[in-house]
């Protein structure tokens, strides 16, 4: 009997193209046999850990109580991830009381000890995970061993010890942040930088201020936008300093924070800050002159209006509209300022609030204006274009604006 | 003669290795970063990235030509994306069906005056309208010129947001795509101008609602090839291109770029033939040549399902669009060609785009006829032709096999193991004869362009919809 190697002998050149084929069949079983086994495997995985899940979840109080020992589990290393994760998954929705157990039991089982220890001690991406993790216990002994990761080689581990700290929400964490960027300077993007200073500052912005002062421009910028966002009444005539620093984004972090003191301290800087050369400036004023919603900052809103800048200008009029009781005036004294991008942009503002129908109404019972204005007005309303000879505005309102100013 | 026959096949044997060892080189690559993917996804939060305070809003321009069928439910969807701050823009491009008044009737649409800005070069625009049920959404009515650049165009000058995310109305996108997407650019969101996500092929999948319910493989051969072309294209192609940052498309089906950048080099072009790959090449130029440190990023994780031509003339339609949209825009750029001024755009990824895409169907051709002669005047060696066929096909099922292995190994969207087994399959029998019949379509593609003809052919589609709509018996409906 001859064996299959004599018949391709037999079949010359085409042996080749048989071999060829055969090949291709052996990869295809190959290959279907590699997929097919690892799926398998995975399934039972998957499987096996769901059913340790389920178990676990059975035994759950006696685990987070002590009355299981952690010495029963805490050796096995699957054991001890399964419990991790689900104790971190926990902990991520757990109201206070909840939180405080699951922490409490963190520390107890030495879970949150290993992670410290592993991120100060494991390289790449383990450091990475490891300071993930301790990110998401929230424990403040991990601050320090995050803020080494801070001065980590790879950019993703640094990042991912930012972004932890953010997670850490407390001042004690935007110290370390602040530190650090005194120390190395702006090394990772500014956004996340942004970000994990919004969340750890936002309990006491006044870790801010003395990092304003010594740092360099790159950082100021970032810093000043950080204050913009976590500003509050807490700093008070602190942040009034700043409104006339050389630096625009702190000027803008000034007008935003500015919202947030007593309208009557506020408004007088915040006018000067809505005439700033720099568009983004006042814009901040502007908003934060439409947040008070106080009458003596109609002038400068109704300056905003016919402002260079789009955005501003829209701003302006969002804060106009806040205005409802008096918005038939402010409308007569925006026709007035016979700006048709000011116009356009109050018109917006009042769809975009829908009070179209309602502004038109009262301008129509409107007791102290003609007919004539009246007629004028509506058509303005219904057209959006500026008639060639507006209505001068009432006197009272006028005096009203200024003496508020 | 016969010396130029034979020096013409060796010519053609060492294109198709060199273009074999560039795609194996690119496997390796694709590889390498999607091991390095996966390890960054596990440390990655998305509750957290969702949380911070800095998370930048997203515009979702979505043009839309006739969809009345699936407007309402696809804007839905959109509105409903897992991203704290979206704004949504329909750009209804003069559709001559219901697609407006439907979306006013579902909508409580109503006449704005919002703030348009015509940057951008695009067609009239008749009204924008905002919606009072949800105020993230806004429609912009405008006229037709048959161009979805266009339609973009009035989206862009409408839009508000840092980010725009250009988004086919009958495409669906993933709940988290956008959360996914944007994970680089928050990351560096200054470096990182644009991104891309995966784009799958839909066509087999279960859909409820517009949501894919279930991921299945088509039933038709055609539709499973273009599975294992998509598997190749994203996850080698794309992957490896990204990696050295030269990834010169963004699909225009799914595709997030910085607006104020976008605006900068004037919008899509409004009659480009492949505006996706002309807008990704104006961006590389402009940034090059102002000698910005950029980025364009390709994140394979953020899936967005897309319906591809299940018939063989659609697909022919496609894919000699495809080619002339890679003619009309490599043409133009042909003076960014080998100038360091381009880096490795110009040295690198516009030379392949030229020698292994748009000239690949011509030296095909020419390589056919060649070897053709070469045995008519006896001067072909038919033991080393046979080896030559077989290394091609060895070569480039490996290829294909390494993406669906890829796609096996990583993100395993395909859960039913027969779906797999004939994805496998299919990456051995893909080389006859649908490689000629797609050669053959590309030339017409080159031909249609010299003669001129640009007019858009519609595609035979049915939409995302469809499969519910199937089960109820509804017909397929052509969509631009």
Known sequence: MESAFDTFRKLGPAAFVVKAIVSVIVAVVLLLGFILLRRTYRKWYFANRDARRFAIRQKWDALISGKIPCTAWRTKASERQLIEDMVLDAFEIANSEESVRLLKFMRASGLVEKRISEARHHKGWRRHRALVALARTRAPEGIPALSEGLRDRDSETRLAALRGLGRMACPEAAKEILNWVDDVGLVVPALPLQSALVQTCGERPQVLLPHLHNADKTVREVLGRVLGEVASSSLGPELLQFADDDLPE?????????????PSAAVNVLGELAKDAVWFVRLRAIVSLGGLCHPAALPSLLHGLTDSNRLVRLRAAEGLVDFKADLAQIFEMVVALQDQYGLHAFLTAVENAGLQTSLAARIQTSPRASSETIQSLLEVLRTAKLSPEPPAPQESIRVKAASQS | MIHFLDAANHALFFYYLLSNVAYLAMLVIALRTSAAHLRHLECIRFDWIKASPMVPPITLLVPAHNEEKFICTAVRNLLDLDYPEIEVIVIND??????????????????????????????????????????????????????????????????????????????????????????????????????????????????????????????????????????????????????????????????????????????????????????????????????????????????????????????????????????????????????????????????????????????????????????????????????????????????????????????????????????????????????????????????QYFRGDMAWRPLQRRGPQSVDGDKAGSSPVAVS
């Open chain 1, 250 to 262: 702190l000027r803008a972090a000034a007008a935003r924070g500015l919202a947030y003191l007593n």
């Open chain 2, 94 to 447: 003069g559709s001559t069906d219901e697609t407006l008044p439907i979306m006013q009737k579902e909508f409580r649409l109503r006449l704005v005056r919002a703030v348009y800005v015509p940057q951008a070069m695009s067609a009239p625009v008749r009204g924008l309208y905002r919606s009072d049920v949800d105020v993230r959404l806004l429609v912009v009515d405008k006229e037709s010129v048959g161009s979805k650049a266009d339609a973009v165009n009035a989206g862009l000058n409408a839009a508000s947001s840092p980010y725009v995310c250009v988004v086919d109305a009958d495409s669906v996108l993933e709940r988290d795509a956008l959360l996914r997407i944007m994970v680089p650019i928050m990351a560096d969101p200054k470096r990182v101008v644009a991104a891309g996500g995966i784009v799958r092929v839909l066509n087999g999948a279960d859909i409820e609602a517009g949501r894919i319910r279930r991921v299945r493989l088509a039933k038709k051969s055609i539709e499973v090839i273009q599975v294992v072309e998509y598997l190749r294209a994203f996850l080698i192609g794309r992957e490896a291109w990204a990696r050295g940052n030269m990834l010169m498309i963004v699909s225009g089906a799914f595709g997030v770029f910085r607006t104020d950048l976008v605006r900068a080099v004037g919008g899509y072009r409004p009659f480009a033939i492949g505006e996706d790959f002309d807008l990704v090449t104006r961006l590389h130029r402009h940034l090059l040549e102002k000698r910005t440190d950029y980025r364009i990023e390709f994140v394979p994780d953020p899936v967005c399902w897309t319906e591809v031509p299940s018939d063989l003339r659609s697909l022919a339609r496609q894919r000699a669009r495809w080619q002339k949209g890679l003619l009309d825009v490599l043409w133009p750029n042909k003076d960014m060609l080998f100038r360091p001024r381009y880096g490795r755009i110009g040295c690198l990824a516009l030379p392949y785009l030229w020698l292994f895409e748009l000239l690949a169907p011509v030296i095909e051709v020419t390589g056919f006829v060649t070897v053709l002669l070469a045995a008519v005047f006896g001067a072909l060696s038919w033991s080393f032709s046979i080896q030559f066929v077989l290394f091609g096909y060895g070569f480039g099922t490996m290829i294909s096999v390494g993406s669906v292995l890829q796609e096996e190994l990583t993100y395993k969207r395909y859960n039913d193991w027969q779906d797999v087994a004939r994805l496998v399959c299919y990456c051995f029998l893909e080389h006859f004869p649908y490689r000629q019949l797609h050669m053959i379509w590309r030339l017409q593609g080159l031909w």
